[in-house]
């Protein structure tokens, strides 16, 4: 076979194909090109961010709650100290004996010495658990605040989304797209200094329950 006529029968081949093929391939193209054109004409989505840890220490409500938990943090932080101190004396005055020779007082006291660092190991666990669940119910609570207003935000300024910004994580963004002022404005008319307190009333229960370790 002649080299033009292997030219020709791939012609042929191709012809075929393109006329088998087409009616597949065209409307493929023509979905392409229609979504293209549906893509132009559609709006550009339009954002916005809030930081949101500015509200939160912006807002009347907020700074209660974080004025309630550093006052919640200096008591449980007073109490640990006092314990920590008992625990350093009793330390102290059973080294003081052992350098004496004296055993048996050493271990009349020993008892009240394990006692007392085991009691300065749970508040210490107490306190942390405690300042952690104060911290994540306050966190949790606020959140569910700021989402009731975001939407109606969202509406009034005629946007589509509105992310959290945080400036950690954050390489550079637009201050035009700033709405961090406007959402502290419609927080703390939606929630007003009033809304904070079951939040802050919230820990007092644990406090009364911590009452009778202090109690001889």
């Known amino acids: 076979m002649?080299?033009?006529?292997?030219?020709m029968l791939i012609g042929f081949t191709l012809i075929s194909l393109s006329i088998a093929l087409g009616p597949l391939i065209y409307p493929f193209f023509m979905k392409t090109k229609s979504e293209?054109?549906?893509s132009l004409r559609r709006p550009p989505v339009s954002i916005a961010y809030v930081d949101v840890q500015k509200v939160f220490e912006g807002s009347n409500s907020g700074k209660a709650q974080i004025t309630a938990f550093q006052k919640e943090l200096t008591a449980k932080t007073a109490e640990v100290k006092r314990l920590n101190a008992q625990v350093q004396s009793m330390k102290n005055q059973l080294e003081g004996m052992l350098r004496q020779g004296n055993q048996r007082a050493v271990q009349s006291r020993l008892p009240a010495f394990q006692a007392a660092q085991k009691k300065l190991v749970m508040a210490q666990q107490e306190a942390t658990e405690q300042l952690q669940k104060t911290q994540a119910d306050v966190d949790k609570n606020f959140m569910a605040q700021l989402k009731t207003i975001m939407d109606q935000l969202r509406r009034d300024e005629h946007v589509d989304i509105i992310?959290?910004?945080?400036p950690s994580k954050t390489l550079s963004a637009d201050p035009k797209l700033d709405l961090t002022e406007k959402a502290l404005m419609k927080y703390n008319q939606t929630f007003p200094l009033e809304a904070a307190a079951p939040a802050a009333s919230s820990n007092k229960p644990s406090d009364s329950s911590e009452t009778p370790d202090q109690s001889p």
């Open 163 to 166: 992310l959290a910004y945080d």
């Open 36 to 38: 293209s054109a549906d």
């Open 2 to 7: 002649t080299i033009s006529r292997r030219f």
